[in-house]
């Protein structure tokens, strides 16, 4: 976030970012909570479960180096 500020409003600035940034967790959050509450916790923990593994796999696998000829 720091990249981001207008030098000379640099604390501003990144507050500003930084309380979106929260915000947006805060009200993500509660929508996962409301969506979790109607479908079923057990669905909603399968579904967690999921996108975790899937989210794993994308940042675990081997990086491939393409030599171009």
Do not use: W
Request: net charge positive; hydrophobic share 50%; with cysteine.
């Amino acid at each position: 976030m720091m990249a981001r500020v207008i030098p000379g409003n640099e604390g501003g600035d990144f507050s500003s970012q930084h309380s979106l940034f929260l915000l947006t967790g805060f009200v993500g959050g509660a929508l996962a909570l409301q969506f979790v509450a109607l479908s079923g916790y057990v669905s909603g923990f399968g579904a967690s479960a999921v996108i975790l593994c899937c989210v794993l796999a994308f940042h675990l696998r081997p990086k491939r180096e393409y030599v171009s000829q």
